[in-house]
């Protein structure tokens, strides 16, 4: 919804948006207060898309410049409550731009990671890229200072950087990321589209001591436009080289491979597969994990959709990677080197 300023200022743009994700969910394998496998059905917001809501707005201020600000907050519309840290946890930034020298805004925002967005299959649902990476690429930063470029022969870059505010430069607050940098390099034609990523994110202290949390990762990725067809492709190594003691993971790496057919342009089905491999003690998060996935949606509307998802996952031994992008000890999880097996279905309604 947009909402044109017809006072003095009449070339003010805002925009008003939203997404409301809910559904049934059904794994088998996790993991009951009793140490034992179970199963277990939820009604769940969020599963195919968070639910947000958000707002934009522009302003043009001469000479090809626009000033501009971005507000999102996540929701789950399955409790009427407001996801993450309250307020707004996912974007909160402004910044001027211009169609030559591109953008340049501050705020908090999603951290570049995410940008293997667009070589997911599965577009990053609760079961996707994120899964066996424990959400290592969908994690939101403060104090972030961020420049896009504008596309030349094919060819974008985006560079962000977020601040600790601390004395120590790479330090961040108690609780908080420190210092992190991330840089992406697109390259784009009909037939097909590449990317590179580059990112760090560092704990409190200025160290990358957790491979799924505090590390650094390359990530390279592409998509093929094949008449209805659409490959996507991706591998991502990631390294922690400040994990002291006790077998932690201080390296792994990530591929996937997916594959979606466009029916109709209502209708459209997605398979993939993503292997996981990081060394380590597997009690710690090491180990070898490989998930099978399969996805259809239906689009009601250009608004509205319906949607199904079924994935499997099977570990190494004593590994023990989920379904959902959830640390280690969580119950979401299966028994260590075991199996999980779900599905989900809902409605995705956006404005």
Do not use: C
């Not at 293997?116 to 996707?128: A, Y």
């Not at 990631?238 to 002291?244: G, K, L, P, Y």
């Not at 997916?258 to 459209?268: D, E, I, K, V």
């Not at 028994?335 to 279905?345: C, D, E, H, N, S």
């Amino acid at each position: 919804m947009a909402i044109g300023n017809t006072s003095a200022h009449a070339d003010a743009r805002l925009t008003l948006y939203g997404r409301m994700d809910n559904g049934i969910e059904y794994l088998h394998g996790v993991t009951d207060a009793d140490g034992k496998r179970a199963d277990r059905w939820r009604g769940q917001s969020g599963d195919w898309g968070t639910g947000m809501l958000g707002v934009r707005g522009a302003e043009a201020l001469g000479g090809g410049i626009t000033a501009l600000f971005h507000l999102e907050q996540g929701l789950n519309t399955m409790t009427g409550t407001v996801g993450g840290n309250g307020g707004f946890n996912r974007w909160a930034l402004v910044g001027l731009a211009h169609p030559t020298w591109g953008t340049m805004s501050a705020g908090r925002m999603l951290w570049l990671s995410n940008g293997v967005w667009d070589f997911d299959p599965f577009v990053q649902q609760i079961w996707s890229s994120a899964s066996l990476v424990r959400g290592r690429n969908w994690p939101q930063t403060s104090n972030n200072l961020r420049y896009q470029s504008p596309r030349i022969a094919g060819f974008d870059v985006t560079a962000q950087m977020a601040l600790g505010n601390q004395t120590g430069f790479n330090l961040g607050a108690p609780g908080e990321y420190g210092r992190s940098s991330a840089v992406q390099v697109t390259y784009t034609r009909p037939q097909f589209q590449l990317r590179a990523i580059y990112d760090d994110l560092r704990d409190s202290n200025g160290r990358f001591s957790d491979l799924y949390g505090f590390s650094r990762e390359w990530t390279g990725a592409i998509n093929v436009f094949a008449g209805r067809f659409k490959i996507q492709a991706a591998w991502t190594h990631m390294w922690a080289s400040d994990t002291r003691g006790g077998g932690a993971p201080t390296r792994g790496d990530h591929r996937w491979l997916g594959l979606t057919y466009q029916f109709s342009p209502n209708l459209a089905t997605t398979i993939g597969g993503f292997h996981m491999q990081a060394n380590g003690d597997p009690a710690r998060g090491g180990g070898r994990a490989t998930m099978l996935e399969a996805g259809t949606t239906y689009n009601l509307s250009k608004r509205t959709m319906l949607y199904a998802t079924v994935a499997h996952v099977r570990n190494s031994a004593g590994a023990r990677f989920g379904l959902t992008p959830d640390p280690i000890t969580s119950a979401n999880n299966p028994l260590p080197g075991g199996k999980q097996t779900g599905a989900y279905a809902g409605v995705n309604h956006s404005f």
